[in-house]
């Protein structure tokens, strides 16, 4: 992080920040806080879904949810947001990980739920779509889910091979496709010409 503007506001002020503005059992309504922007936070979530604080991993599973809580994104930049502070971190892929899934009904009534971990739980479908975006060089996939407000979740492998398992070959934009159906919606996975 070097070059960054590193501030004064610590993991800890943030965490009593937002515990004493959640209301509720719902999240935290960050889409209505606009604090003034306080600079960058020594705060990184790793592509495992490991949350660091001063390069240490943050062991306190309810001290990670609550950070979980008061993230968001704007212009491709991750926040953590209370009323009164707006720090910058660092996100090394999507701030969430889908760790399981379960599958309702079949075919175009199939539902997929996704519970990532820090306990959100979100049904694909059109308001929380599935991606999959592909590694140029090795062709890997890197599978997503929406969680909320421009958030994602990157769907573990052991769950992506399972949705494998119950995807389908779909007609969708003129070609073939294999995908996945969720809420009344499908989303391609790879063209169904490259199937192996």
Known sequence: MSGQN?????????AASARAAKKGKGPPPV???NPPFCGDL???IA???TWFYLG?????TGLVRLFSSILKKEDGRYFLVTPVEKVGITVDDAPFVAVDFEASGEGRDQVLTFTTHVDDVVAAGPEHPIRVVRDPET??????VHVRAELEALID????????DIGSVEPHEGADWFGL??????FPVIPAAELP
């Open 181 to 186: 159906w969720s809420g009344g919606a499908f």
């Open 157 to 164: 492998r052991k769950s992506f091979y399972r949705l494998v």
């Open 6 to 14: 590193l501030v004064k506001p610590s993991a800890e002020s943030l």
């Open 42 to 44: 020594d705060m990184r």
């Open 139 to 144: 062709g890997e996939p890197s599978p997503y």
């Open 47 to 49: 592509r495992d879904g």
């Open 31 to 33: 889409h209505l806080w």
């Open 56 to 60: 240490t991993p943050i062991g306190r």
